[in-house]
């Protein structure tokens, strides 16, 4: 047997696998898929501090100079990184922190930087 001759018989053969691999995929009834936290009940309890992170992730920039979200993050890295903490705790409630008047809020000048001497 030469080369081209085995070279078509080798085509041949693909072509044959494909044409009934797709066949066989063609025919296959669709199961409906199952999805994973549809199997599973919703036993989470109610969170504060869910609700509270996503409150201060929909603030954007305003988020890291509201104290309340502050608060909520710190709770968060507490919950996160303590091996014992319970995640049904609640946030120890605190007055709102006024929000400083619009010039405050401003950046500051940096200062001038004094030239150095070079050598």
């Not at 018989?9 to 898929?33: N, S, Y």
């Not at 608060?71 to 091996?83: C, K, M, Q, T, Y």
Request: negative net charge; charged residues 25%.
């Amino acid at each position: 047997m030469d080369g081209k001759m085995l070279a078509r018989l080798g085509a041949v053969v693909f072509a044959g696998v494909a044409i009934t691999a797709t066949a066989i995929e063609i025919t296959r009834k669709e199961e409906p898929a199952e999805s994973w936290a549809s199997s599973r009940p919703n036993t989470a309890p109610f969170d504060p501090l869910r609700d509270e992170l996503f409150r201060c992730q929909a603030l954007g920039e305003a988020g890291p100079r509201d104290a309340a979200c502050l608060r909520a993050w710190a709770e968060n890295r507490r919950r996160f990184l303590a091996p014992d903490a319970r995640p049904a705790e609640r946030l120890p409630d605190a007055a709102p922190a006024p929000h400083p008047p619009a010039e405050a809020a401003a950046p500051a000048e940096p200062a001038p930087v004094p030239p150095t001497e070079t050598r």
